[in-house]
């Protein structure tokens, strides 16, 4: 009954696509055609071809999400001799991209499963378990079955943890269940988040949607579900019986402030209210309450939908490692400390960190990942050549960000904040595109697994 309830699902949302693609003019086909011959060269100078370095070293990979899968395939392909060791006891692998389509009704759940063994290169040693203690003093992590394994370079690439429990009366149980819905806790989250939705699109009422305080994984996600929802209340007939409230953290809906501009002025458009200044803090699942903290105190709201985004943190092996930063914005969340550059560690200089454990300013996305991984490889590679390297992480970071169905504005930036596009005169920034849709919902995920396995 509940593969027949998916592909009921999947049928519906793959009919709602078809009625979203209308014939391609001539000049749509070929920027299209050209955003997809640019998006296959698309990678950093330092990732370049070259022979095989020969080397005895032993590089331990901790984390095989993305970056950890990323950095095994790029190192065995530049080294030869070496010892590369990939720990993580995650057997199945996520493409975490794919969850908000999953939300938005367009992909089943099991769209974003697959094994971490079909991207392990061979030759690379895979240990299935978790780091539990990380000792860059003694270079060497132990796992939670008390196995020590030693190194000469560490590369960390854990990912983050999910803090629901920090909001009160919050548990992932409740995912799906009195209104509520959050797309991160993995995909059968996200799919019972879309039949929340779904619901509530149905009917009408309030729906609130929010951010946590912390950094957190792609930051467009929490925006895209509020266009998303705003669509299909469109699309049933339902948009007047309905009221959307997004909850920004602070006075802001978006880092980069040509973007956050443009979100607020489609909001607008659109009728989404914007509250600033609102952390949510509590759930009353049976009230359905939220409580969020304000700069004047409390304040409740009301729902009938609510899409919840948990605070987000280091694992807990890192916060209680010698491996964070010791000081600044970062040391509450426990991201571990590296030259935003390089990605190395600045006191453990045979450390380096990637994807969303790195603590840098940008760069919480799988295209982040894309930029990061080849520039700390390039980097131990120079080290164990006895050379240096001027490669630099300029902080790239891409959100192609969802504005309602069958468009979206493929958002690009660095450390600056400055809009960074890859397809100039192909795909304009910041603008509502069929093509941008296409590139989310078709064209990301062979990039993506080509890029788990060293090639792109």
Request: aromatic share 8%.
């Given at each position: ?91 199945q ?11 938005a ?11 971490t ?38 590369i ?5 943890a ?92 978006f ?17 989404i ?20 903290r304000?700069?004047?105190g ?23 490692s010698?491996?964070?930063?010791q ?7 426990g991201?571990v ?23 840098v300013?940008k ?11 080849p ?23 891409s ?25 100039p005169?192909?795909?304009a ?24 396995r060293?090639?792109?």
């Amino acid at each position: 009954m509940k593969d027949d309830r998916r592909l009921s699902i999947h049928r519906r949302s793959t009919q709602i696509d078809a009625t979203l693609r209308s014939p391609l003019s001539r000049r749509q086909f070929l920027a299209l055609g050209a955003a997809s011959v640019a998006a296959a060269a698309w990678h950093p100078n330092a990732a370049q071809a070259r022979q095989p370095l020969r080397s005895p070293a032993h590089i331990v990979i901790a984390g095989a999400g993305a970056a950890g899968l990323t950095a095994a395939s790029r190192l065995a392909r530049a080294l030869d001799g070496a010892k590369i060791t990939l720990i993580d006891a995650r057997r199945q692998h996520y493409y975490q991209p794919g969850y908000t389509l999953i939300g938005a009704g367009i992909e089943p759940a099991n769209y974003v499963i697959s094994e971490t063994t079909e991207y392990i290169p061979a030759g690379v040693e895979w240990i299935q378990a978790e780091v539990a203690e990380f000792d860059p003093e003694a270079n060497k992590v132990v796992t939670g079955t008390g196995q020590a394994i030693p190194y000469d370079f560490l590369i960390v690439a854990t990912g983050m943890a999910l803090r629901y429990g920090q909001i009160e009366g919050m548990d992932t149980h409740l995912i799906g269940k009195e209104g509520i819905g959050s797309i991160y806790q993995g995909p059968e989250a996200a799919l019972a988040t879309w039949q929340a939705m779904s619901a509530f699109a149905d009917q009408g009422g309030r729906g609130l949607f929010l951010r946590p305080p912390t950094e957190m994984k792609c930051a467009g996600a929490p925006l895209k579900y509020a266009f998303i929802t705003d669509d299909y209340l469109r699309r049933r007939g339902n948009r007047g019986k309905a009221e959307l409230v997004y909850n920004a953290h602070n006075n802001t809906l978006f880092g980069v402030p040509i973007v956050s501009e443009k979100v607020r002025m489609l909001f607008h458009d659109r009728g989404i209210q914007t509250r600033y200044d609102r952390v949510l803090q509590a759930i009353d699942p049976g009230r359905r309450i939220a409580t969020f903290r304000t700069p004047e105190g409390t304040e409740e709201q009301g729902y009938d939908f609510i899409h919840v985004i948990p605070p987000m943190q280091a694992p807990t092996a890192i916060l209680n490692s010698p491996l964070p930063w010791q000081s600044g914005p970062w040391v509450a969340e426990g991201w571990v400390e590296a030259d935003k550059a390089t990605l190395r560690h600045p006191r453990y200089p045979n450390v380096f960190a990637v994807g969303d454990i790195a603590g840098v300013p940008k760069g919480k996305t799988a295209a982040s990942v894309k930029w990061q991984v080849p520039i700390a490889v390039e980097h131990l590679l120079a080290e164990l050549a006895g050379t240096t390297s001027d490669a630099v992480y300029t902080g790239y970071t891409s959100c192609p960000m969802i504005t309602r169905l069958g468009r979206a504005m493929l958002v690009e930036f660095d450390y600056e904040n400055n809009l960074v596009p890859s397809f100039p005169g192909v795909i304009a920034p910041l603008e509502e595109l069929w093509v941008t849709w296409v590139m989310e919902t078709m064209g990301l995920k062979p990039t993506y697994l080509s890029m788990l396995r060293g090639r792109a």
